[in-house]
């Protein structure tokens, strides 16, 4: 397993980066390695987000030293959301199949977790998020039809969308992981405009159904001192709480959310005037 050690940075320090400085403390350039798992531990609020991808054999999670686990959920919980072709996870004996954006929750506890793709030619993407729990909740299997479906924006302002809460309390209990996906529509860029903030809660974003040529232009940075970073497509970045949420694309894409803080509260933000970004 390959983990990646990123450390929490402060704002007023982050604000001086460099381009090359803001992408390695922040963003996750390769999230799909064949044949392992490849994953990035973030401090803040103790994240861990990044990809699963068995093409020639199983894959199995486990614990390591850096989270001083016997096994990877001993104190943890778990999402899913797979992006590339069918596949199962193997939960301490009970097998879950996973087409394309199917979700799952998995609860503290759970012990042993094998990955594994139905065909080497299409395989699994297994792109998941952790974070630190105090109780184990009951495993749940979450698609598009059973998560929460929300519909928001519109064409005028280039934010047509709908999200679909897959670890969500109105979907299932989770101690504080709460995770989804974004689909803009055809001809919107913007993911959310105006920006905001959740002082109470950190994210991690995660691009894909892209092309090659396709970019994010991701924003961050305090609402006085934005910042961006150009994204290609399956790359994850790190969103601290003290920063905008927003982004815009050269064409519609999806992208998948996981937060962990203080609250589950989804609409829970602090929007920021468009008077007030710099």
Partial sequence: ?????????????????????????????????ADEVNLMYSHVDRVIAGGIMPVETEVKLEGCKELGSEFFLERRELGIINVGGAGKVIIDGTEYNMEAKDGLYVGMGNKELTFTSNSADKPAKFYINSSPAHV????????????NKVQLGDLENSNKRTIFQ??????????QLVMGMTELDPNNMWNTMPTHTHERRMEVYFYFDMDENSRVF????????????????????????????SGVGTKNYTFIWGMAGENQTFTDMDHVPMDQLR
């Fill in 1 to 33: 397993m390959r983990l990646d050690i990123r450390y929490a940075n402060h704002p007023e320090d982050s604000k001086h980066y460099t381009t090359e400085e803001l992408r390695k403390h922040y963003l996750m350039e390769t999230v799909f390695v």
């Fill in 136 to 147: 184990g909740y009951p495993t749940v299997k979450i698609d598009r039809t059973t998560a």
């Fill in 166 to 175: 897959y670890v969500h309390p109105a979907v299932c209990k989770s101690c």
């Fill in 218 to 245: 991701h924003l961050m940075g305090q609402p006085q001192e934005t910042r961006h970073i150009v994204m290609a497509n399956e790359q994850a970045v790190i969103s601290p709480s003290w920063s905008i949420h």
